[in-house]
């Protein structure tokens, strides 16, 4: 097949899925066109099979906003032309899944029947998407979608609560690519350089965003090390950077936390981790959690969202009501004190990644791209 990948290039979840499913697809034969606006982040996949095609916005002085949308739908139907994608395939509704119509429509007036599927991943639905400015064309572009698909069953039900669709919505969870963690213990697994082997690893990684909550991160890792010798390692960067070390200075634990920043190699930083705090206001899917549980690593979340398809209560950690930061220090502790409890979540939550597998994962949207094709012309 040729498929093109609308994504955001960052280290946001949404553009992780989206590069991750067009470096599989590729390595498994088709041909794999990413359209966005640089080059993303996690395609470290060289192969004649994947293409990249910069969308570029000519500034001009009477722009108040650049206007994106159109330019990005320019590059689609030139893209889709040259190379003669059957499917462009768009993560984050918002602006691509407009974007993805518009090009559609332009590619119809050239006798071209492109088909668009759309995958929502969260915040387009949640907390952007369904906000007065935007919900009319968000709406109209996931009913006017060849096909649309959802990361979780949470999000399928918050967008048919949020809007009036009228497709069919597909949940096709996220999914890990085993073959790109180390072994415990491998090599590239350097756990002393981190911390004493007395201290537990605690790991939290985001764009800190306040939907993150990464201000109780440090809340529940401070009730955590005044019980046991433990470090932090927090890795990203976002808006709330300042907050949490403005706090951690004043809780005087600043010491015992690694500010990591943005990093490619999540798999390599979690094979050291103990314990995995994710205590998001909302979260359709939790994709860091599974990275995490991949690497063999318990969590201690919230129950919003689709967080309760992931990390499952008592077995591959825990999960708490937003804010509850005493629940979930009191949970981390109840883990990580016992080594053999501690070794039996690691177990767990290894077993439970494993149901999301790119092996398993994969089929489900080589489906809906089949049925869309069987739709064609
Ligand atoms: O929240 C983020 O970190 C970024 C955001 C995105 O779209 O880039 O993530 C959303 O999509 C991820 C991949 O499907 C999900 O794992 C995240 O749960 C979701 N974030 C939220 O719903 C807040």
Redesign the pocket.
């Known amino acids: 097949m040729k498929i093109g990948i609308v994504c ?1 290039p960052t280290f ?4 992780v ?1 989206a590069t991750e499913l067009g470096m599989a697809l590729a390595q498994r034969g088709h041909q794999v066109h990413f359209i966005t606006y640089k080059q993303p982040v996690r395609l470290d996949f060289i192969s004649n099979q994947i293409h990249f095609h910069e969308v570029f916005v000519e500034e001009y002085s009477l722009f108040h906003f650049q206007p994106y949308e159109l330019a990005l739908s320019s590059k689609m139907v030139e893209v889709v032309e040259e190379f003669d994608l059957e499917i462009l395939h768009v993560h ?1 509704a918002i602006p691509h899944a407009y974007a993805a119509y518009m090009a559609k429509q332009m590619l119809k007036e050239k006798n071209i029947d492109v088909k668009v599927v759309t995958t929502l ?3 387009d639905i ?1 907390l952007v998407g369904s906000h007065p400015n935007y919900r009319t064309a968000v709406e109209f572009s996931i009913n006017n979608s060849d096909a649309v698909t959802t ?1 979780s069953e949470s999000l399928k039900q918050d967008t048919l609560r949020l809007f009036s669709i009228k497709k069919e919505i597909h949940v096709i969870h ?1 999914f890990i690519d085993f073959n790109q963690y180390p072994e415990i213990n491998s090599e590239e697994c350097l756990r002393h350089t981190i911390a004493k082997p007395e201290e537990r690893i605690i790991t939290h990684i ?2 800190l965003r306040p ?1 993150k909550r990464a201000v109780d991160v440090i809340k529940i890792f401070d009730k955590i090390q005044q019980k046991i010798p433990a470090k932090l390692l927090l890795v990203g960067e976002g808006p709330d950077k300042e907050n949490i070390e403005g706090l951690a200075k004043d809780l005087d634990i600043f010491d015992k936390i690694l500010f990591l920043g943005n990093s490619n190699d999540v798999n390599k930083l979690l094979c050291y981790s103990d314990l995995f705090l994710l205590p ?1 206001e ?6 860091a959690a599974l990275e995490a549980m991949a690497a063999r690593t318990p969590v201690i979340s919230t129950n919003a ?1 689709g967080l309760p398809e992931v990390n499952v209560q008592g077995v591959t950690g825990f999960l708490s009501d937003v804010g509850n930061i005493d629940e979930m220090a009191q949970n981390s502790l109840f883990i990580l004190e016992d080594e053999e409890r501690l070794q039996n979540f690691k177990t767990n939550a290894l077993n439970q990644a494993k149901n999301f597998s790119l092996q398993n994962i994969l089929p489900s949207y080589k489906n809906v791209y089949r049925n869309v094709k069987k739709d064609c012309c």
Do not use: A, P
């Open positions: 955001y946001g979840g949404s553009g899925v984050y991943h969260g915040t949640t990361v996220n985001s764009n939907v998001s909302t979260e359709s899917f939790g994709l969202g």
